[in-house]
């Protein structure tokens, strides 16, 4: 059973317009969630994290926002930019000595110029 | 990356041959990671290290073993590889510093067993 859903698998959106990226959860004791894009034949790159003491983080064109009544995160792009297109991984992690990391199954980000 | 390469890049096996995969490190990072990534299933946890010969199981560890016997080198074996381990794997590397700014990747090795 995931606990970590991306129930979208692609989304395209134009030059210039906002992208949103979606991300549920199940298990409560996440309390940091972390995004990764990953371009192809290349490992996924550190994007944006949020803690849960916040429902907001923001860093240039990425915003963060978490729900946790919701269990829901999302990834906003503003403004879209053709190299975003990119795999898009929401992960989770709950304190423990691993640092581990639960990951959603990805949604393919394609931004048409 | 930087501070994390992944050996071989490219690998054809052969169904129940053994076959060795290494992460290696330059970072002196305390935790490293081998991930599998299969369509639908994201990035999946198969083992991890939180030290020198300290190593426990992940979300998918069945078929999978591993070794850590420097801090910079993280080997992950198939003993008996089957066509259901055909994936991308992927090490990871972190800190002590927790999660700030996530994990740091390597770039993958592409497994196919035929």
């Known amino acids: 059973d995931q606990q970590v859903k991306q129930n979208s698998p692609s989304l395209s959106v134009q030059e210039g317009r906002i992208s949103i990226l979606n991300c549920d959860y199940t298990n409560s004791m996440f309390d940091y969630f972390l995004w990764y894009k990953k371009y192809p034949a290349e490992g996924p790159t550190f994007l944006i994290s949020i803690s849960s003491i916040k429902d907001k983080n923001e860093d240039g064109r990425f915003t963060v926002f978490l729900n946790k009544s919701a269990k829901h995160l999302s990834l906003h792009i503003v403004p879209s930019q053709p190299g975003d297109s990119a795999v898009y991984f929401c992960a989770a992690s709950y304190n423990n000595a691993g640092n581990m990391l639960t990951f959603g199954g990805g949604t393919r980000l394609m931004v048409k110029p | 990356d930087a501070g994390i390469t992944q050996s071989p890049r490219h690998k054809v096996t052969e169904t129940g041959t053994p076959v060795t995969l290494r992460c290696h490190q330059t970072?002196?990072?305390?935790?490293m990671y081998w991930y599998r990534q299969d369509p639908g299933h994201g990035l999946r946890l198969i083992h991890y290290s939180y030290g020198v010969k300290d190593t426990d199981k992940g979300e998918v560890s069945d078929g999978y073993s591993v070794s850590r016997s420097k801090t910079e080198d993280f080997l992950l074996t198939l003993e008996s590889a089957t066509s259901s381990q055909t994936s991308v794997y992927f090490c990871a590397i972190s800190d002590y510093g927790g999660l700030d700014y996530g994990y740091t990747f390597g770039s993958g090795t592409r497994l196919t067993v035929v």
């Open positions: 970072e002196n990072h305390r935790y």
